[in-house]
Each structure stands twice: as structure tokens, then as C-alpha cells.
């Protein structure tokens, strides 16, 4: 399908590296993409990149592959802390990047390729009629997607809004793995999701259950407060630094967001506008970018936009159903991890580990196989301790 005019409304990683798959394959493309907000806002702080996702780009896009993987920051270990005491998993192969240097490359790719990128374009209900003026229409434009909501009587959406809160916060501290930090406090249970993502700088999620964060007051507590509060519990782990808050930060409930339909007509649905995975599993950016390599394979291998569209929902969503699953079990495991405080930090870290079941007992031990020999050792000294039942 030669010399399209596409019109994306969101300038995220879906959309964006669309763009830049179809602009590359054929000059002849007429492709623009209205962002909301200006090249340098972004919420968040890091993101993170498992090998596999890193093959997907290399194979798609040397040239912004080579300029991602430059400012890379990598570890192969998972670092959870119970109680103080720090349990590390090996053999888990990750990298973290600032989410704004990864989306300024992106912006740079499509000026090189003559993508058109409409900053501080934000559209309402009737801009998108007008925007419906094309070959192809893409909403990604995120969870809290206005393309979805329009459409929603053809994508029939579905948003479950989950019980944790959550606020995605930096430091200067620089851990050196995925760090998972659990914390009892006067005023609940605390869990911080961390990562380095420069040279100066890591992520730090912070998630709590509603009662925490009633009795903490964080109702009452701007930006600042807040960053000081959540300092002050984890201050053994931060080193004493302090956590920074950016303009778009603000606690938040996870969505669950899935879609009946993934098309309609000329329109589809990519990244977090289509579906959400909770951030335990680290899968939100992966899941955007291989839905916008899949639908430009689809294009590629079909001889109209229905026919792709078609092949890209039917090929697609057996993965991210799957996927889904995986995180909402993730997600379970921390809306509840309270409840599992109580043990030690060996079986504990092996909770963490195997709690989306797409790590086995067998899968952990080809990453780590001295920690499942612990695991195991502690299994068998706690068992040969339990009373016996005459």
C-alpha cells in the first residue's frame, strides 16, 4: 500500500516508532502525529528494556537502536529487600533508559524521515472528526485515550480502575539492579518499584494500599511533602538522598484498560489506548512498540488497510491477552503483598519471582541456579522443622 496518509493522534512510543516503520519503508507516505504536549514533557522518569525487545528494535530500526542502546543502563539482576535484607536473583538481562532521551530520538527519526510532529496539538471530540480524513487513523494517545472514549461504541473499551496507589518519583541515588523494596511503617505498608536509568539519576515508584495511604495524610501533602515523607521510609535505602517529583507527577490508580474491538473501519487502537500491563512487569513500552511493528508488518503483507488491520488484531491479541494475564496476576500479588510480609526473605524473594507465572521453578534456576539452591535448602530445613502429626 503505496503513498498513505496516516493521521496518529498521541506521540508516545506506539505512535512514534509507527511512524518511523512506515515513513522508512515508503518516502511516499504522508504521516502526522499531534501530541498534546511539547517535545520536552513527558510523565515518569525511566523505562526499562528486556534483550528480547531489544532485538525487536535492532532488526526495525538500526539507526535509532544504535542512539537508544548508546545511553543504556544495564543490570542482570532483580534486588529485593524484605526486612532489611537484601535477596539478589541473577540472570535477569534488563536495561533502563530516561524516558525522555528515548522519546527524543524517536522526535529526531521522524524529522530525518519526514515524519510531521504537531507539538501542543491537543485535539478535542471535534478534531478528530476532522482528523477521520485519511487512510489510515491511529489512537494512541494512552490510557486515558480520547480516541477510545469517542469510539467507544465500536471498540466497546473496558477500564478497571485497581485498588493500589502509586507515584512515580526520581532520585539521585543509583541502584544497582531492578530493586524492589518493601517497607513497614507507622502508617502502613509501602512498596517501591527502582531502577537506574542514567548516570545520575534511577526511577523510584513508591505504591501503597488506600489504608497507608489515608493514615499517611498524603490527601492533605503537595509534591514536596510528599517526596520528603517517602524519603524519611525509605531513607536506609536512598542512601539519605532525597526523591524528586517532576510537573506530572500525582498519585494515581492503575487502569486495566482492554478493548472488545481493536479496529474500525480505517481506525485502530496501539499501546495504552488498546490495553495496559501493570509496572511490575515492566511491559508497557514493550507491548507499544511490538503493536506498532506489528501492524506495520500487517500493512506490508496485506493488500488493503482492512485486510491488515484485520491480521494485525487477529495475529496481536492472543500475545497481549497473554501478557495481560501475566501482569494482572503481578498486579494481584501487590495489591496483597501485605498479606505476605510475614515471611522470611528468602521465600519471599521467590514469591516475587514466580508471581506472574511466566517464571517456573525451572526457568528461575536456569537464571539463577545458587538462589534456587538456597530456596531449596530453606524448603527442606523448614520442612524437616514442622511438627509431625502423630
Same mark, same amino acid.
Given at each position: 500500500m503505496a503513498g498513505m496518509?496516516?493521521?496518529?493522534?498521541?506521540?508516545?512510543?506506539a505512535g512514534l516508532y509507527f511512524?518511523?516503520?512506515?515513513?522508512?519503508?515508503?518516502p511516499r507516505h504522508d504521516i502526522t502525529i499531534l501530541e498534546r504536549d511539547g517535545p520536552n514533557d513527558t510523565f515518569g522518569w525511566g523505562i526499562v528494556f528486556s534483550d528480547k525487545m531489544q532485538s525487536y528494535?535492532?532488526?526495525?530500526?538500526?539507526?535509532?537502536?544504535a542512539r537508544i542502546t548508546a545511553k543504556f543502563q544495564l543490570w542482570d539482576n532483580v534486588d529485593v529487600i524484605h526486612r532489611g535484607v537484601k535477596t539478589s536473583i541473577g540472570g535477569n538481562r534488563f536495561a533502563g533508559i530516561g524516558r525522555l532521551a528515548f522519546l527524543n530520538i524517536f522526535h529526531e527519526r521522524c524529522r530525518e524521515l519526514g515524519v510531521r510532529i504537531e507539538f501542543q496539538h491537543n485535539v478535542g471530540p471535534s478534531g478528530l472528526d476532522a482528523l477521520q480524513d485519511c487512510d489510515l487513523f491511529i489512537?494512541?494517545?494512552?490510557?486515558?485515550?480520547?480516541?477510545?472514549?469517542?469510539?467507544?461504541?465500536?471498540?466497546?473499551?473496558?477500564?478497571?480502575v485497581r485498588r493500589n496507589r502509586y507515584i512515580w518519583l526520581g532520585t539521585q541515588h543509583l541502584f544497582t539492579g531492578l530493586t524492589l523494596t518493601f517497607k513497614q511503617h507507622d502508617t502502613g505498608v509501602y512498596a517501591a518499584h527502582s531502577y537506574?536509568?542514567?548516570?545520575?539519576?534511577?526511577?523510584?515508584?513508591?505504591?501503597?494500599? *488506600?489504608?497507608?495511604?489515608?493514615?499517611?495524610?498524603?490527601?492533605?501533602?503537595? *509534591?514536596?511533602?510528599? $517526596?520528603?515523607?517517602?524519603? *524519611?521510609?525509605?531513607?536506609?535505602?536512598? $542512601?539519605?538522598?532525597?526523591?524528586?517529583?517532576?510537573?506530572?507527577v500525582k498519585w494515581l490508580r492503575f487502569p486495566i484498560v482492554k478493548n472488545?474491538?481493536?479496529?474500525?473501519?480505517?481506525?485502530?487502537?496501539?499501546?495504552?489506548?488498546?490495553?495496559?500491563a501493570h509496572f511490575s512487569i515492566g511491559s508497557g513500552t514493550r507491548l507499544a512498540l511490538e503493536d506498532a511493528i506489528a501492524l506495520y508488518q500487517a500493512i506490508r503483507n496485506r493488500p488493503s488497510v482492512p485486510a491488515a488491520l484485520a491480521e494485525f488484531e487477529r495475529a496481536r491479541k492472543p500475545v497481549v491477552d497473554e501478557l495481560q494475564e501475566a501482569a494482572l496476576s503481578s498486579l494481584l500479588w501487590f495489591e496483597n503483598f501485605g498479606d505476605r510480609?510475614?515471611?522470611?526473605?528468602?521465600?519471599?524473594?521467590?514469591?516475587?519471582?514466580?508471581?506472574?507465572?511466566?517464571?517456573?521453578?525451572?526457568?528461575?534456576?536456569?537464571?539463577?541456579?545458587?538462589?534456587?539452591?538456597?530456596?531449596?535448602?530453606?524448603?527442606?530445613?523448614?520442612?524437616?522443622?514442622?511438627?509431625?502429626?502423630?
Open positions: 496518509k496516516i493521521n496518529i493522534v498521541g506521540g508516545g512510543p511512524g518511523i516503520l512506515m515513513k522508512k519503508a515508503d528494535l535492532r532488526d526495525h530500526d538500526a539507526e535509532s537502536h489512537g494512541a494517545d494512552g490510557a486515558n485515550s480520547l480516541v477510545r472514549r469517542h469510539f467507544a461504541g465500536a471498540f466497546r473499551p473496558t477500564v478497571d537506574r536509568f542514567s548516570e545520575s539519576h534511577s526511577t523510584f515508584i513508591v505504591e501503597c494500599p *488506600d489504608a497507608t495511604w489515608n493514615a499517611a495524610g498524603f490527601a492533605d501533602m503537595d *509534591d514536596e511533602r510528599a $517526596c520528603v515523607f517517602l524519603a *524519611d521510609v525509605f531513607r536506609d535505602e536512598l $542512601c539519605g538522598r532525597p526523591l524528586l517529583s517532576n510537573n506530572f472488545a474491538r481493536w479496529i474500525d473501519d480505517h481506525r485502530v487502537l496501539l499501546g495504552d489506548a488498546l490495553h495496559t510480609l510475614h515471611l522470611d526473605p528468602l521465600p519471599f524473594a521467590y514469591e516475587i519471582m514466580t508471581r506472574s507465572g511466566r517464571i517456573d521453578h525451572e526457568g528461575l534456576r536456569q537464571r539463577d541456579p545458587k538462589f534456587v539452591a538456597a530456596y531449596e535448602r530453606w524448603r527442606a530445613d523448614h520442612a524437616a522443622n514442622e511438627p509431625r502429626n502423630s
